[in-house]
């Protein structure tokens, strides 16, 4: 059976949502923002703003310097998410291993479903038409196959927009040929230095190195990714998403300030979120990290593997409070972020430190009056006033 | 230009194939014919669970609400070209 694998990246993805939804907007600069503030970021732009130079990670205000006509939006997730869900609808008729990678990227693994490459460009172009039929005429996506999961990301970030690109044994040096070494997969700007250091400059050069070297001096996952360029499978495809590593939530603040108390009632809410997240996922945490940025450059952050596990929003914010209150802020905050790790399936597991059990309950009533009544429903004290602050924000790494 | 609008609005639907979509809609004193049903995406708010509905006729785009708890439509927001 011949291995295939298919990448789908959909093109310019927020942006074209919202232009689908509003056609006056189609043929135009669009950029979607996580914030409309002056140094709200740029999250997705269009074809005709990534043509005047506003692409991602440009500030709100650099866009519009750039071109003041640029239309910016606010991210609607409800809208992005919606549309994922009926593109992975007609993704999962087409194989039985569908690995959603992002919001709006996707493998597919059409081993044994595509008799060859030739049926496998055939699947894409079907593909492409479903999602223009069934999720919005206006969306595009690249799509990139290869042997390999590495190789077909390669291809789907090579194709061009809208278009279908295939890596074979035959053609696998001359995509390769030429092409920087942080254009593939995994490998950034420090990577490339230590790939440099070896005398490999771009990617076929890293293909042609010797395996055995590179694993010595680069360790592990200098060969997984010398096996990538090299057509050597090391992941592999999983059906469905991979469980999630961590849990968290950030905020860039309206109001840049050192007021420990407003910041508590902010840092509060994001300990709020990251709970609920947690208990919807149905796990609990064993390691927190917490931090914030000053505006303009700095910050400070840390990471601490608890005593015990956290589950409630109380457990994770005694974490955060405390690294809060230990903090001496010498200039305005303007981002705060929590964020916990080392998950695990909830268990009816007593500590031996004290009932949990019964703020365990109580965090499961909260949820479930919420879940009912609508968010914020019900909330603590120490978050009042706060509730419309960090509201729900689109992650590209976050599924749903 | 885009207007935020949150008013109550009367709207005629179209029950098709397993499809619902507003075909007419009179907003202050004015009657809409929708000439294309755009795009449509659902959002939970608590125990509602509200459709939106992104549609135009030649010279303006609307979104419109519908509340399955209330069973009542809004327009929501107005994008008027200029």
């Known amino acids: 059976m011949e291995k295939i694998i298919m990448h789908i990246d959909m093109n310019s993805y927020f942006a074209?949502?919202?232009?689908?939804?509003?056609?006056?907007?189609?043929?135009?600069?669009?950029?979607?923002?996580?914030?409309?503030?002056?140094?709200?970021?740029?999250?997705?732009?269009?074809?005709?703003?990534?043509?005047?130079?506003?692409?991602?990670?440009?500030?709100?205000?650099?866009?519009?310097a750039l071109c003041p006509s640029v239309i910016l939006l606010e991210n609607e997730p409800a809208k992005y998410r919606t549309t994922t869900e009926r593109i992975f609808r007609v993704l999962e008729e087409y194989t039985d291993k569908l690995e959603p990678y992002s919001i709006d990227e996707a493998f597919l693994d059409l081993s044994g479903w595509a008799r060859d490459l030739k049926t496998a460009v055939e699947i894409a172009e079907t593909i492409r038409g479903?999602?223009?039929?069934?999720?919005?005429?206006?969306?595009?996506?690249?799509?990139?196959?290869?042997?390999?999961?590495?190789?077909?990301?390669?291809?789907?970030?090579?194709?061009?927009?809208?278009?279908?690109?295939?890596?074979?044994?035959?053609?696998?040096?001359?995509?390769?040929g030429g092409r920087a070494l942080t254009d593939a997969w995994g490998i950034n700007t420090r990577m490339?230095?230590?790939?440099?250091?070896?005398?490999?400059?771009?990617?076929?050069?890293?293909?042609?190195?010797?395996?055995?070297?590179?694993?010595?001096?680069?360790?592990?996952?200098?060969?997984?990714?010398?096996?990538?360029?090299?057509?050597?499978?090391?992941?592999?495809?999983s059906a469905g998403a991979p469980a999630p590593k961590s849990v968290g939530h950030s905020y860039c603040l309206p109001k840049k300030t050192a007021d420990k108390e407003y910041l508590g009632s902010v840092l509060y809410k994001l300990c709020e979120k990251t709970g609920r997240r947690l208990r919807t996922l149905g796990l609990e945490a064993r390691n927190i990290t917490v931090g914030f940025g000053y505006v303009g450059e700095g910050g400070a952050s840390r990471s601490r593997k608890t005593a015990d596990n956290m589950f409630t929003t109380e457990e994770i914010a005694a974490e955060a409070f405390a690294f809060l209150a230990g903090c001496r802020l010498l200039m305005p905050v303007r981002l705060l972020a929590v964020s916990v790790s080392r998950l695990a399936p909830v268990t009816g597991q007593l500590s031996i430190f004290g009932g949990r059990e019964k703020g365990k309950d109580l965090s499961r009533a909260l949820d479930r009056i919420n879940d009912k009544f609508g968010e914020y429903t019900v909330v603590r004290g120490r978050m009042f006033g706060r509730e419309t602050a960090a509201r729900d924000r689109i992650g590209f790494r976050k599924i749903s | 230009m885009f207007e935020k609008i949150n008013e109550p609005v009367e709207v005629l639907v179209r029950f098709?194939?397993?499809?619902?979509?507003?075909?007419?809609f009179r907003w202050r004193d004015r009657v809409y014919d929708v000439k294309k049903v755009n795009f449509v995406h659902k959002e939970r708010q608590g125990g509602d669970k509200i459709y939106y509905f992104s549609v135009s006729d030649d010279a303006n785009s609307f979104r419109l609400a519908f509340s399955t708890r209330d069973l009542g439509w809004t327009m929501e927001e107005l994008y008027t070209e200029g």
Do not use: H, M
């Open chain 1, 16 to 64: 074209s949502v919202e232009q689908q939804a509003n056609p006056f907007l189609r043929g135009k600069p669009v950029g979607v923002c996580a914030y409309l503030s002056p140094r709200g970021c740029i999250i997705a732009s269009s074809k005709e703003a990534k043509a005047l130079g506003i692409k991602t990670g440009c500030s709100v205000a650099e866009a519009r």
């Open chain 1, 130 to 176: 479903r999602i223009k039929k069934e999720a919005g005429e206006y969306l595009a996506c690249s799509v990139g196959l290869a042997r390999t999961k590495f190789l077909a990301k390669f291809a789907g970030d090579t194709a061009p927009k809208g278009g279908t690109f295939a890596i074979t044994e035959g053609n696998l040096e001359a995509a390769l």
């Open chain 1, 192 to 237: 490339e230095k230590r790939f440099a250091a070896l005398g490999i400059r771009d990617l076929l050069e890293l293909k042609r190195y010797d395996g055995g070297r590179i694993r010595r001096s680069l360790g592990r996952y200098g060969y997984y990714l010398w096996a990538g360029v090299n057509g050597i499978e090391v992941a592999g495809v």
């Open chain 2, 16 to 24: 098709g194939k397993g499809r619902v979509e507003p075909a007419r």
